[in-house]
């Protein structure tokens, strides 16, 4: 059965330093999708970054990189040069059978110190 | 650029009334889905629709009946509301990029509804 694990249910980070959140996955669809999303104190859903199961290099976007081991069905999420701003709940996804089906973890919340 | 619209903000309803939460997207987008959001948890896939006329259950459908007459709008009802059904929902849609890839969705910012 398609899971997604996120084991810190919180973290903590200096500002300027960077953050590694953790997420596992377990899927037995040769094609799948891996996306982080950020969920700020105002609720919504903003996406952060995308790594197909088929793309050969890591995703990056700005300060967001993805760091894909496919052998050891981890999608972690850094972010490099934490800004206060950055803190917020976290979210490890996973969508399969085409995309129509999307599963999430329970989130991470990051807090980013001064 | 609206993106996906979601009405209303918030709500409060009593044990077995009913309601619609209501969804736009405005970027031709084919795909939509509605999720529900516990407090502390990740969200949770209610029903999606991959066009006009299309839709199929997700991973939480009982209590919750859906619609889609048009690419734009994608309502939720929610028939003889209970206190589980407390919680946050959030609309989203995405566009099909071809086949073996994975679509990225983008989200409402949410209805946060109480039954009490």
């Known amino acids: 059965a398609q899971k997604i694990t996120q084991t810190q249910p919180g973290m903590f980070v200096q500002e300027k330093e960077a953050v590694t959140l953790d997420c596992t996955y377990d899927t037995s669809d040769p094609s799948y999708g891996l996306f982080w999303y950020k969920q700020p104190s105002s609720g919504e859903m903003i996406f952060l970054i995308y790594q197909g199961s088929y793309d050969q290099q890591n995703a990056t976007e700005g300060r967001y990189s993805l760091n894909f081991q496919k052998a050891r069905k981890s999608a972690n999420l850094v972010i490099s040069a934490s800004q206060l701003g950055d803190s917020a709940m976290y979210f490890c996804a996973m969508s399969y059978t085409g995309g129509f089906k999307t599963i999430f973890g329970a989130g991470t919340r990051l807090f980013v110190k001064a | 650029n609206a993106g996906v619209t979601q009405t209303p903000k918030f709500r409060i309803l009593k044990i077995g009334q009913s309601m619609t939460l209501q969804c736009t997207q405005d970027m031709n987008h084919n795909y939509m889905y509605w999720y529900r959001q516990d407090p502390g948890m990740g969200l949770k896939l209610i029903y999606y629709s991959v066009g006009a006329g299309i839709t199929d259950k997700g991973e939480v459908p009982n209590g919750y009946n859906v619609s889609r007459s048009t690419t734009e709008d994608f309502p939720l009802r929610l028939e003889l509301a209970a206190p589980s059904q407390t919680s946050v929902y959030f609309c989203?849609?995405?566009?099909?990029?071809?086949?073996?890839?994975?679509?990225?969705?983008?989200f409402g910012p949410g209805t946060r509804l109480t039954v009490l």
């Open positions: 989203a849609s995405s566009y099909p990029t071809g086949t073996g890839s994975v679509d990225t969705q983008y």
